[in-house]
């Protein structure tokens, strides 16, 4: 059985997709990016400030479903600009203190001409 997360905490979905679906114990989330919950306007002038707003947006999911940061158990990681990698780094690691695995990719383009976006699998049979 699948249960589809919808929390007003995070930016509601933007195409016709859920923010997170739970599947058996494993939670994935969809792409987050800078995006107010409230207004839905990017967040942050530099990698940094949307960095925050990314990690504050899958903390609103993790926490809609009853965990953490510390039950990541995989990221994927996208950059507009790799020269970003460090700065982006600094941020992630305040909120992925468990080190899941993680990929970190360069991609052309992304959504609303945001920097970063993030995407989670969780393990929530803890």
Not at 20 to 37: K, M, N, R, W
Not at 57 to 85: H, P, Q, R, V
Request: hydrophobic fraction near 40%.
């Amino acid at each position: 059985m699948l249960k589809f997360t919808k929390t007003d905490k995070a930016p509601e979905a933007i195409g016709p997709y859920s923010q997170g679906v739970v599947a058996g114990d494993l939670l994935f989330t969809s792409g987050q990016i800078a995006l107010d919950p409230q207004s839905g306007e990017v967040c942050g002038k530099n990698i940094e400030e949307q960095t925050e707003r990314v990690m504050q947006n899958l903390g609103a999911i993790l926490e809609a479903n009853n965990i953490s940061f510390d039950k990541a158990i995989k990221t994927t990681c996208f950059l507009a600009n790799m020269s970003d990698f460090s700065a982006f780094n600094k941020v992630y690691a305040k909120y992925f203190t468990s080190k899941p695995a993680r990929s970190c990719v360069a991609v052309k383009e992304l959504p609303k001409n945001v920097l970063c976006e993030v995407e989670v699998i969780a393990y929530i049979g803890w």
